[in-house]
T-cell receptor, first 115, second 111 residues
Framework: AQSVAQPEDQVNVAEGNPLTVKCTYS??????LFWYVQYPNRGLQFLLK??????LVKGSYGFEAEFNKSQTSFHLKKPSALVSDSALYFC?????????????FGKGTTLSVSS | DGGITQSPKYLFRKEGQNVTLSCEQN?????MYWYRQDPGQGLRLIYY???????QKGDIAEGYSVSREKKESFPLTVTSAQKNPTAFYLC??????????FGPGTRLTVL
């Protein structure tokens, strides 16, 4: 069965410091991996995805994520955090053989960036 | 939130009442989804539909019903059988294996 784990409920960083939000996954086939961000009382906004190709994926707002097949991980990163990055972040996965089926989401990680 | 609208933004339900949440998309996406979000539990799948006139139960379908009569529309009814419906409801759509696009959500509260 597919699953996603986000081991940290909350990540705290100071503005200007690098940030990492962790995600590990489990699928039976090749994974399609996604990161989303959610601000309070809003829908989810797509940040980036890994389908195939380069293991380092670049996305919106300066975020990037690194796909590591051996560790089954897809950690979200940003070189320099902004206070405005404070939000709830979700990692999601879909098995590549199941087009149209729903993404499976992790429980989310709250990122808090202090000034 | 582009391309997917949800209404109303806030909804209040009395005990024993059925309510319907609207979801419309103009992205020409084939597949649509309903998720429920509770604090600390992430997103849980209620129902999804890959084509018109067809839908499948997700992980927490009990107490909910859906229809997919048009490609653009996927309404969710929260029935009186759902004993704890207070939550944030999110609708999404996609084409193929691409990312899902989400609507702005409906917050349902039981009075």
């Amino acid at each position: 069965a597919q699953s996603v784990a986000q081991p940290e409920d909350q990540v705290n960083v100071a503005e200007g410091n690098p940030l990492t939000v962790k995600c590990t996954y489990s699928v039976s086939g090749n994974p399609y991996l996604f990161w989303y961000v959610q601000y309070p009382n809003r829908g989810l906004q797509f940040l980036l995805k890994y389908i195939t190709g380069d293991n380092l994926v670049k996305g919106s707002y300066g975020f990037e994520a690194e796909f590591n097949k051996s560790q089954t991980s897809f950690h979200l990163k940003k070189p320099s955090a902004l206070v405005s990055d404070s939000a709830l972040y979700f990692c999601a996965v879909r098995d590549s053989y199941q087009a149209g089926t729903a993404l499976i989401f992790g429980k989310g990680t709250t990122l808090s960036v202090s000034s | 939130d582009g391309g997917i609208t949800q209404s109303p933004k806030y909804l209040f339900r009395k005990e024993g009442q059925n309510v319907t949440l609207s979801c419309e998309q103009n992205l020409n996406h084939d597949a649509m989804y309903w998720y429920r979000q509770d604090p600390g539990q992430g997103l849980r799948l209620i129902y999804y539909s890959q084509i018109v006139n067809d839908f499948q139960k997700g992980d927490i379908a009990e107490g909910y019903s859906v229809s997919r009569e048009k490609k653009e529309s996927f309404p969710l009814t929260v029935t009186s059988a759902q004993k704890n419906p207070t939550a944030f409801y999110l609708c999404a759509s996609t084409r193929g294996l691409n990312e899902q696009f989400f609507g702005p959500g409906t917050r349902l509260t039981v009075l």
